[in-house]
């Protein structure tokens, strides 16, 4: 069982639409979550971090955390053309990002003009 | 965040050389991490760079192929090792801010070995 799962997608919306990315866990002392974005051929730049239960919103980005599930999502609000990458989705057993982060293998999104 | 300066930013190399990638970051970091991203695959951990010691290694990877300086806090170096078509992959640096505890990624190093 891989430890940090996503749909590898495409995950296909129409703009101005809202993308729902998913990830699952398997470590149930995970206590940190964070989603990176990652455009082709450049390296991932980090986009949300979530440390507790509930949504954490941030412009059109709105991380959600379920620990007794053991899942995180990801909602992009009025997708747009700039926002077709691929994101990952990463879990530390840690506080912040001090010990080693275990990366999902990621979610294609295309969000279609 | 951070400026982390990565170099090379790509390179083609022969079986059997070796291929040395440096990491400089301007700002104060706690950690900094070395991670290998083969093509259509996730992020892999290869190794935490530890300042003025011997890095610690993930499962699968050894000092003997990719040895790791970090002389001081804002630098460190990998090296690949022998290189072997299989070694082609992008190779990450990374560094965790003192300010926020979150991971930033490097520019990378497009490794091609032929």
């Known amino acids: 069982q891989k430890e940090v799962e996503q749909n590898s997608g495409p995950l296909s919306v129409p703009e101005g639409a809202i993308a729902s990315l998913n990830c699952t866990y398997s470590?149930?002392?995970?206590?940190?979550f964070f989603w990176y974005r990652q455009y082709s051929g450049k390296s991932p730049e980090l986009i949300m971090s979530?440390?507790?239960?509930g949504d954490k919103e941030d412009g059109r980005f709105t991380a959600q955390l379920n620990k007794a599930s053991q899942y995180v999502s990801l909602l992009i609000r009025d997708s747009q053309p700039s926002d077709s990458a691929t994101y990952l989705c990463?879990?530390?057993?840690?506080?912040?990002?001090?010990?080693?982060?275990?990366f999902g293998t990621g979610t294609l999104l295309a969000v279609q003009p | 965040s951070a400026v982390i300066s990565q170099k090379p930013s790509r390179d083609i190399c022969q079986r059997g050389t070796s291929l040395t990638i440096q990491c400089q970051v301007d700002?104060?970091?706690?950690?900094m991490f070395w991670y290998r991203q083969q093509p259509g695959q996730s992020l892999t951990l290869i190794a935490t760079?530890?300042?003025?010691?011997?890095?610690?290694?993930e499962s699968g990877f050894v000092i003997d192929k990719f040895p790791i300086s970090r002389p001081n806090l804002t630098f460190s170096t990998l090296t690949v090792s022998n290189m072997s078509p299989e070694d082609s992959s992008i190779y990450l640096c990374?560094?965790?801010?003192?300010?926020?505890?979150?991971?930033?990624f490097g520019s990378g190093t497009q490794l091609s070995v032929l």
């Open positions: 990463a879990v530390s057993p840690y506080g912040g990002a001090t010990n080693k982060l275990i």
């Open positions: 700002s104060q970091v706690t950690m």
């Open positions: 470590d149930r002392v995970s206590q940190s």
């Open positions: 760079a530890n300042q003025g010691s011997e890095a610690t290694y």
């Open positions: 990374s560094v965790v801010l003192a300010t926020n505890e979150k991971l930033f």
């Open positions: 979530i440390y507790s239960n």
